[in-house]
């Protein structure tokens, strides 16, 4: 079955400190990977993606994600966390022709202390 | 440009009431998605139009949802009679004619309280 695992529900991080953010994904042909930030009462706002090439891929807001195929993960970093960043992170998968029916994670909540 | 716009952004309703979520795509985007997410769970896609039509509707959840874009430009998703469990956040995005490519656009999205 096609799916995306968040194993952390809630994180919570010094600002200032680096960040690891978990996903995991089976899925049953090439994967097309993404991970988006929800900011309160906010939409979903897309950080990064992976379609293919090289698998170390550069975001917005100093965000990074590694593609691990041998693993089938797909993890989010930051090398120093600002307060502005928590908010709610979703990773998702899709594939070739899925257009934009993707599946998406359970979230994880960042937050922040100062 | 104007984002995705998603109106109302809160309803509370009784169950067995009807309610018409809409949504306004970026202008110009012939893509159209809505998706939902129940309390605690996974954001699902429910469906996708192309324009006027409906490309995909495999994650519609039963026959008391309803979803049209007459004229392709704004669409409706209309839940008649909700149930408890149709509670949640639903959202729409849009993105260009461009393929797979195309990153989604989402609205602020409609939190709905069955009660």
């Known amino acids: 079955a096609q799916s995306v695992t968040q194993p952390d529900i809630h994180i919570t991080v010094s600002e200032g400190a680096s960040l690891e953010l978990r996903c995991n994904y089976s899925?049953?042909?090439?994967?097309?990977l993404f991970w988006y930030v929800q900011s309160p009462g906010q939409g979903l706002q897309l950080l990064l993606k992976?379609?293919?090439?090289?698998?170390l891929v550069q975001g917005i807001k100093g965000f990074e994600a590694e593609f691990k195929r041998s693993q089938s993960s797909f993890n989010l970093r930051k090398p120093s966390v600002h307060w502005s960043d928590a908010a709610e992170y979703f990773c998702?998968?899709?594939?070739?022709?899925?257009?934009?029916?993707?599946?998406f994670g359970k979230g994880t909540k960042l937050s922040v202390k100062p | 440009e104007a984002g995705v716009t998603q109106f109302p952004s809160h309803s509370v309703i009784e169950k067995g009431q009807t309610v018409t979520l809409r949504c306004d795509p970026i202008?110009?985007?012939?893509?159209l998605y809505w998706y939902r997410r129940v309390m605690g769970k996974e954001i699902k896609f429910l469906l996708h139009?192309?324009?006027?039509?409906?490309?995909?509707e495999s994650g519609m959840p039963n026959n008391r949802f309803l979803a049209e874009r007459t004229g392709g430009t704004y669409s409706t998703l209309k839940v008649q009679p909700a149930e408890l469990e149709d509670s949640g956040v639903y959202f729409c995005?849009?993105?260009?004619?461009?393929?797979?490519?195309?990153?989604?656009?989402f609205g602020n999205g409609t939190r709905l309280t069955v009660t």
């Open positions: 998702a998968v899709g594939g070739r022709g899925s257009q934009g029916n993707l599946i």
């Open positions: 139009f192309v324009k006027e039509s409906k490309q995909d």
């Open positions: 899925y049953g042909a090439t994967p097309y």
């Open positions: 995005a849009s993105s260009p004619l461009t393929g797979d490519n195309s990153p989604l656009h």
């Open positions: 202008s110009g985007h012939d893509n």
């Open positions: 992976y379609f293919s090439g090289d698998t």
